[in-house]
C-alpha cells in the first residue's frame, strides 16, 4: 500500500512562522478588515497569482487534512453525478449537516476523498468552498481577511499572501 504523503519540510517550516506571526497577523487583519483600500481586491489577486506560482499544492494537502469544505447540494450532485455515487448514500457516509443549515460539511477530516499523494479524486468536482480556498481570488477579500489569517495558520500559500498584505500595509 502507498504509504501516505504528508507535508513538505519547507511547508511545515513555513507554518511554523505563521504560528509565531499568528497574533501580529490577527491584529493586523482585524485593522485591515474594517477599512477600505483602493484595489485592494486587485493587489491580492496579483499577490496570490506570485505566492501559488511556487506552491505544489500536493507537496502540503493540508487544507484537506485540516479544512472542512462546505458541501452544497449542487456540489454534491454533481460530484456523485461525476463518479457514479449515490448522493444520499454519500450523505449518509461521509457528511453531516452544517452548523448553518445552508449544506453540509465533512463528518470527519482528513476530507475521505483525499488520496494518499495529496491529490483529491474528485479534483475537477471539488465543491465550490474546495476551488475557492484560500478565498484570495474573488472580490471584497478586505472583509474576510480574518478567514485568510486564521486559514495561514494551515495553509502556506495563505500564510504568504498575509505577509505580502502586511509588507504593504
Ligand atoms: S474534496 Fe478534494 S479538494 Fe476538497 S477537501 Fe476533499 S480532497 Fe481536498
Ligand atoms: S491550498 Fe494551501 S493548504 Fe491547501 S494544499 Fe495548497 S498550500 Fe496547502
Known amino acids: 500500500m502507498e504509504e501516505r504523503k504528508i507535508i513538505s519540510e519547507h511547508y511545515a517550516h513555513l507554518l511554523q512562522r505563521a504560528a509565531v506571526r499568528h497574533a501580529d497577523i490577527l491584529k493586523r487583519m482585524r485593522y485591515l478588515s474594517k477599512l ?14 506570485e505566492v501559488f506560482s ?15 469544505p462546505r458541501f452544497r447540494e449542487t456540489d454534491i450532485k454533481l460530484m456523485c453525478k461525476a463518479s457514479g455515487r449515490n448522493p444520499l448514500e454519500f450523505k449518509k457516509r461521509y457528511l453531516v449537516p452544517d452548523s448553518d443549515g445552508v449544506g453540509y460539511e465533512l463528518r470527519e477530516l482528513p476530507c475521505p476523498l483525499q488520496n494518499e499523494d495529496n491529490t483529491c479524486s474528485e479534483y475537477e468536482h471539488r465543491t465550490l468552498s474546495c476551488q475557492e480556498f484560500p478565498h484570495t481570488e474573488g472580490r471584497n477579500i478586505q472583509k474576510k481577511l480574518v478567514g485568510l489569517a486564521l486559514d495561514s495558520l494551515y495553509c502556506p500559500a495563505a500564510y504568504l499572501i498575509c505577509e505580502k498584505i502586511m509588507a504593504e500595509y
Not at 511556487?54 to 472542512?68: A, E, K, P, Q, V
Open 36 to 49: 477600505t483600500k483602493p484595489s485592494f481586491d486587485a493587489k491580492v489577486h496579483a499577490w496570490h497569482d
Open 54 to 68: 511556487s506552491i505544489i499544492c500536493t507537496d502540503c494537502g493540508n487544507c484537506c487534512r485540516n479544512y472542512g
